[in-house]
């Protein structure tokens, strides 16, 4: 009897730990930021499970989880590319952040092998950085500003004629470190102050021709000035001697004329139209007049 009793309780427990395993089984959980892919036999179902709590056949399906958190990726070493220029440079320590879109998390597990490694390798990001460097020259092309977003876009490109579009979304594109080789240094370093040199001629020369402007201002501002001066003066004299010639009378000419006669005959006078009377100096009358008389002879006495 506690032989066959021992039986019992042993099949008991064997039950009781089947269908805890069997309930275990049946259940998985999907975190927030992950979707889960029903997989049965193999096949991949094509529909997406959202976070919490899904259930499962036990032993026959089993449910993989996706993650469709913003995930980084660092493709180490150097990636050697040219400008437009046909200049050579390479860009290293570049960090790629991404994130997968959840409705295509189960194209994903069916269609790429090793998804969560073979998504970003070092060759495909490296076509990506040429075709981005190739659109500028030397300058730009080390630029982190313009660099990094040409090189999101063009990876971006590549990815959604790989995977499809909205499959997987860059983010932004991070390069720790673009050089050029050393004999190339020394030749972007002189178009550097070539450029800088050129921008502070320009300055400069803008600064020149403000200042040639206002000087034109000013003298502009003078002439006018002055010619409006003139144009009054000339005008205010124009209109005294209107003044003047609507004052003066023949009394006035003849009052003129007699106060100031200093009672002296003119030297020399003139004959009329036809010459009747010539030209007669008359100083000598004057010279004449102021000549003192001689005196008289004395009469000699009688003897």
Avoid: C
């Amino acid at each position: 009897m506690e032989k066959k009793a021992a039986k019992k309780w042993i099949l008991t427990a064997i039950l009781i730990a089947a269908v805890i395993i069997l309930i275990a089984n049946a259940f998985k959980i999907v975190p927030t930021g992950y979707t889960g892919v029903r997989v049965r036999f193999g096949q991949v179902s094509s529909e997406s499970i959202p976070s919490g709590i899904a259930l499962k056949i036990p032993f026959i399906e089993n449910i993989r989880l996706v993650n469709n958190k913003q995930q980084d990726v660092t493709i180490d070493g150097q990636i050697w590319s040219e400008t437009n220029e046909r200049t050579a440079l390479y860009y290293e320590g570049i960090n790629i952040t991404y994130r997968i879109n959840p409705s295509r998390s189960s194209w994903l597990v069916a269609n790429v092998s090793d998804y969560e490694h073979t998504l970003l390798t070092s060759s495909f990001v490296a076509s990506a950085v040429k075709t981005a460097a190739k659109q500028y020259n030397s300058i730009d092309a080390t630029n982190r500003g313009i660099i990094e977003p040409a090189i999101s876009q063009a990876l971006q490109a590549s990815v959604d004629e790989k995977y499809g579009e909205d499959t997987i979304t860059i983010i932004k594109v991070v390069v720790n470190n673009a050089d050029y080789e050393d004999s190339y240094n020394e030749v972007i370093a002189e178009q550097q102050a070539a450029q800088i040199r050129y921008q502070t001629q320009q300055i400069e020369n803008q600064r020149a021709i403000e200042q040639a402007e206002a000087q034109a201002t000013v003298t502009r501002t003078s002439a006018q000035a002055e010619a409006d001066a003139m144009i009054i003066s000339a005008e205010a004299e124009a209109e005294a001697n209107a003044i003047r010639e609507e004052s003066l009378t023949p009394n006035i000419i003849r009052y003129e004329t007699i106060s100031r006669w200093d009672g002296r005959l003119p030297m020399i006078q003139s004959g009329d139209e036809n010459g009747v009377i010539p030209m007669i100096d008359m100083s000598g009358m004057y010279e004449e007049t102021s000549t003192p008389a001689p005196a008289p002879t004395e009469a000699p006495e009688e003897g």
